[in-house]
């Protein structure tokens, strides 16, 4: 399911910063993703070892989604914002 997301990551980067700052941005994105794959596991284990249940992981995790899921949703498409026309994107 989350794989599914990851085009929509890429095509939103560029509808809303443009060409020029694509990879710049995308690098800074791809630092904090490999830094959350490297310390959530890691994480994980550590509470699992000392409640001996993943309920407190899940917990985090459901919460952590639901706020980004809030956050996604209150965006604001930027030729909205700039009042130009929905089907001229920013580059």
């Known amino acids: 399911m989350l794989d599914a997301s990851i085009p929509v990551f890429w095509a939103s980067v ?6 020029k700052s694509f990879g710049a941005i995308r690098g800074n994105m791809n630092l904090f ?5 490297i310390l959530g596991p890691f994480a994980a284990g550590a509470i ?3 409640t001996q249940s ?7 995790i459901t919460i952590a ?5 809030a ?3 209150l ?10 026309s929905a089907r001229t994107p920013i580059h």
Do not use: N
């Open 14 to 19: 560029g509808d809303f910063f443009g060409r």
């Open 65 to 69: 989604l639901l706020i980004s899921t």
């Open 48 to 50: 699992y070892d000392r």
């Open 75 to 84: 965006l604001i498409k930027p030729w909205t914002k700039l009042g130009t």
């Open 54 to 60: 993943y309920e407190l992981v899940f917990t985090g």
């Open 33 to 37: 993703y490999t830094w959350g794959a």
């Open 71 to 73: 956050m996604t949703a």
